[in-house]
Protein backbone atom coordinates (compact mmCIF):
# COMPACT_ATOMS: atom_id res chain seq x y z
CA UNK A 1 0.00 0.00 0.00
CA UNK A 2 2.24 2.44 0.61
CA UNK A 3 4.56 1.65 -2.50
CA UNK A 4 1.21 2.58 -4.30
CA UNK A 5 0.50 5.58 -2.43
CA UNK A 6 4.34 6.60 -3.21
CA UNK A 7 4.05 5.65 -6.60
CA UNK A 8 0.86 7.69 -7.20
CA UNK A 9 2.53 10.77 -5.09
CA UNK A 10 5.73 11.29 -7.33
CA UNK A 11 3.37 10.60 -10.53
CA UNK A 12 1.51 13.65 -9.51
CA UNK A 13 4.70 15.77 -8.50
CA UNK A 14 6.21 14.49 -12.21
CA UNK A 15 2.72 15.76 -13.83
CA UNK A 16 2.38 12.34 -15.08
CA UNK A 17 -1.19 13.04 -14.00
CA UNK A 18 -2.51 16.98 -13.84
CA UNK A 19 -3.71 19.31 -11.92
CA UNK A 20 -8.00 18.45 -12.02
CA UNK A 21 -7.20 15.29 -13.56
CA UNK A 22 -9.83 12.42 -12.79
CA UNK A 23 -7.69 9.53 -11.08
CA UNK A 24 -10.44 5.95 -11.97
CA UNK A 25 -9.99 3.49 -10.15
CA UNK A 26 -10.51 0.83 -12.95
CA UNK A 27 -8.04 2.52 -15.21
CA UNK A 28 -5.74 2.76 -12.36
CA UNK A 29 -6.03 -0.93 -11.12
CA UNK A 30 -5.32 -2.00 -15.03
CA UNK A 31 -2.35 0.56 -15.08
CA UNK A 32 -0.62 -0.32 -12.23
CA UNK A 33 -1.92 -3.72 -11.64
CA UNK A 34 -3.02 -3.47 -8.35
CA UNK A 35 -6.49 -4.50 -6.80
CA UNK A 36 -9.30 -1.77 -5.78
CA UNK A 37 -8.43 -2.09 -2.21
CA UNK A 38 -5.44 -0.97 -1.96
CA UNK A 39 -5.56 2.07 -4.65
CA UNK A 40 -8.40 3.25 -2.28
CA UNK A 41 -6.71 3.11 0.59
CA UNK A 42 -3.77 5.36 -1.08
CA UNK A 43 -6.30 7.43 -2.91
CA UNK A 44 -7.55 8.50 0.48
CA UNK A 45 -3.81 8.85 2.09
CA UNK A 46 -3.34 11.03 -0.64
CA UNK A 47 -6.47 13.07 0.21
CA UNK A 48 -5.46 13.69 3.55
CA UNK A 49 -2.01 14.95 2.15
CA UNK A 50 -4.29 17.19 0.16
CA UNK A 51 -2.71 16.01 -3.71
CA UNK A 52 -6.51 14.64 -4.04
CA UNK A 53 -10.29 15.40 -3.62
CA UNK A 54 -12.92 12.76 -3.54
CA UNK A 55 -16.52 13.82 -4.65
CA UNK A 56 -19.45 11.49 -3.62
CA UNK A 57 -20.18 9.34 -6.62
CA UNK A 58 -17.38 10.65 -9.12
CA UNK A 59 -13.98 9.53 -7.30
CA UNK A 60 -10.97 11.47 -7.01
CA UNK A 61 -8.88 14.10 -8.79
CA UNK A 62 -5.99 15.74 -8.73
CA UNK A 63 -6.01 19.26 -6.84
CA UNK A 64 -7.08 22.31 -8.80
CA UNK A 65 -4.42 24.73 -10.37
CA UNK A 66 -6.57 27.32 -9.87
CA UNK A 67 -6.11 30.67 -8.17
CA UNK A 68 -8.06 30.45 -4.67
CA UNK A 69 -6.11 26.80 -4.12
CA UNK A 70 -2.78 28.48 -5.01
CA UNK A 71 -3.04 31.32 -2.51
CA UNK A 72 -4.51 29.11 0.29
CA UNK A 73 -1.62 26.84 -0.15
CA UNK A 74 1.00 29.63 -0.89
CA UNK A 75 -0.33 31.20 2.93
CA UNK A 76 0.30 27.80 4.47
CA UNK A 77 4.22 28.44 3.15
CA UNK A 78 4.58 31.05 4.16
CA UNK A 79 4.02 30.08 7.75
CA UNK A 80 5.34 26.87 7.62
CA UNK A 81 8.87 28.30 6.19
CA UNK A 82 8.85 31.43 8.45
CA UNK A 83 8.85 29.00 10.55
CA UNK A 84 11.17 26.50 9.93
CA UNK A 85 14.05 29.38 8.82
CA UNK A 86 13.25 30.39 12.69
CA UNK A 87 14.46 27.05 14.23
CA UNK A 88 16.72 25.40 11.90
CA UNK A 89 18.52 28.62 12.89
CA UNK A 90 18.78 27.60 16.72
CA UNK A 91 21.70 25.17 15.82
CA UNK A 92 22.84 24.75 12.43
CA UNK A 93 25.77 22.46 11.38
CA UNK A 94 28.23 22.99 9.06
CA UNK A 95 27.32 20.00 7.22
CA UNK A 96 23.54 21.54 6.29
CA UNK A 97 25.17 24.87 6.20
CA UNK A 98 27.53 23.49 3.41
CA UNK A 99 24.59 21.70 1.71
CA UNK A 100 22.83 25.15 1.91
CA UNK A 101 24.81 26.83 -0.01
CA UNK A 102 26.31 24.01 -2.72
CA UNK A 103 22.13 23.90 -3.05
CA UNK A 104 22.22 27.58 -3.78
CA UNK A 105 25.39 27.60 -6.55
CA UNK A 106 23.72 25.03 -8.35
CA UNK A 107 20.79 27.11 -8.82
CA UNK A 108 23.12 29.50 -10.05
CA UNK A 109 23.59 27.42 -13.09
CA UNK A 110 20.32 26.44 -13.74
CA UNK A 111 20.08 30.08 -15.07
CA UNK A 112 22.24 30.00 -17.66
CA UNK A 113 21.43 27.94 -19.60
CA UNK A 114 17.78 28.11 -18.36
CA UNK A 115 16.74 24.90 -16.99
CA UNK A 116 13.54 25.76 -15.35
CA UNK A 117 12.85 21.99 -14.34
CA UNK A 118 16.36 21.84 -13.19
CA UNK A 119 15.96 24.76 -10.86
CA UNK A 120 12.48 23.87 -9.87
CA UNK A 121 13.94 20.67 -8.40
CA UNK A 122 16.60 22.68 -6.49
CA UNK A 123 14.25 25.01 -5.34
CA UNK A 124 12.33 22.57 -3.68
CA UNK A 125 15.61 20.70 -2.12
CA UNK A 126 15.98 23.77 -0.55
CA UNK A 127 13.50 24.93 1.23
CA UNK A 128 13.09 20.83 2.07
CA UNK A 129 16.34 20.82 3.62
CA UNK A 130 15.56 23.87 5.76
CA UNK A 131 12.85 22.48 7.14
CA UNK A 132 14.69 19.12 7.77
CA UNK A 133 16.96 20.86 9.82
CA UNK A 134 14.49 22.07 12.25
CA UNK A 135 14.33 18.57 13.60
CA UNK A 136 10.91 18.94 14.26
CA UNK A 137 8.61 16.09 13.62
CA UNK A 138 5.50 18.01 13.29
CA UNK A 139 6.96 21.28 10.88
CA UNK A 140 8.51 18.05 8.82
CA UNK A 141 4.80 17.03 8.41
CA UNK A 142 4.09 19.45 6.24
CA UNK A 143 7.18 19.05 3.90
CA UNK A 144 4.26 18.30 1.14
CA UNK A 145 3.21 21.71 0.83
CA UNK A 146 6.68 22.48 -0.81
CA UNK A 147 6.44 20.35 -3.22
CA UNK A 148 2.70 20.76 -3.83
CA UNK A 149 3.27 24.49 -4.55
CA UNK A 150 6.76 24.21 -6.19
CA UNK A 151 5.59 21.04 -8.41
CA UNK A 152 2.25 20.22 -8.74
CA UNK A 153 1.39 23.60 -9.65
CA UNK A 154 4.20 24.70 -11.70
CA UNK A 155 2.25 25.10 -15.04
CA UNK A 156 -0.31 27.27 -13.89
CA UNK A 157 2.52 29.49 -11.79
CA UNK A 158 5.29 29.12 -14.91
CA UNK A 159 8.98 30.18 -13.49
CA UNK A 160 10.69 32.76 -15.58
CA UNK A 161 14.51 33.55 -15.04
CA UNK A 162 14.48 36.95 -13.62
CA UNK A 163 12.11 35.41 -10.73
CA UNK A 164 14.48 32.58 -10.15
CA UNK A 165 17.35 35.02 -9.68
CA UNK A 166 15.56 36.75 -7.30
CA UNK A 167 14.79 33.72 -5.16
CA UNK A 168 18.35 32.76 -5.68
CA UNK A 169 19.26 36.15 -3.85
CA UNK A 170 17.02 35.73 -0.99
CA UNK A 171 17.69 31.78 -0.98
CA UNK A 172 21.21 33.24 -0.22
CA UNK A 173 19.92 35.76 2.62
CA UNK A 174 17.96 33.25 3.73
CA UNK A 175 20.73 30.53 4.54
CA UNK A 176 23.03 33.92 5.95
CA UNK A 177 20.54 33.97 8.89
CA UNK A 178 20.40 30.30 9.53
CA UNK A 179 24.20 30.01 9.65
CA UNK A 180 24.58 32.92 11.88
CA UNK A 181 21.78 32.10 14.12
CA UNK A 182 19.49 34.83 13.33
CA UNK A 183 16.21 33.31 13.57
CA UNK A 184 14.21 36.80 13.58
CA UNK A 185 15.67 37.98 10.49
CA UNK A 186 15.69 34.13 9.10
CA UNK A 187 11.95 33.92 9.66
CA UNK A 188 11.12 37.37 8.17
CA UNK A 189 12.94 36.73 5.02
CA UNK A 190 11.74 33.02 4.56
CA UNK A 191 8.21 34.64 4.91
CA UNK A 192 8.30 37.28 2.96
CA UNK A 193 10.03 35.23 0.01
CA UNK A 194 7.12 33.18 0.26
CA UNK A 195 3.93 36.48 0.42
CA UNK A 196 5.80 38.02 -2.87
CA UNK A 197 4.40 34.87 -4.91
CA UNK A 198 1.08 35.33 -3.20
CA UNK A 199 0.98 39.10 -3.79
CA UNK A 200 2.02 38.12 -7.23
CA UNK A 201 -0.95 35.75 -7.31
CA UNK A 202 -3.62 38.33 -6.19
CA UNK A 203 -2.08 40.75 -8.72
CA UNK A 204 -2.72 38.33 -11.58
CA UNK A 205 -6.12 37.30 -10.68
CA UNK A 206 -7.05 40.98 -10.27
CA UNK A 207 -5.90 41.73 -13.85
CA UNK A 208 -8.04 39.07 -14.99
CA UNK A 209 -11.18 39.88 -13.09
CA UNK A 210 -10.64 43.14 -14.81
CA UNK A 211 -9.96 42.33 -18.34
CA UNK A 212 -13.75 40.19 -17.89
Do not use: C
Amino acid sequence: MDEITALLRERIYAQHYATGVWLKQEQLSDELGVSRTPLREALRRLEQEGLVRSEAGKGARVISGDVHTLLSAYELRAVVDGLAARLASANPSPARVREMRQLIDAQRKAIDPWNPRGYSKLNVDFHELIVHMTNNEFVIAQTSIIRMTAQVFAPVAMIEPSSALRAIEEHATIADAIEAGDGVTAEIVARRHIEKTITQLRFGAARTDSIR
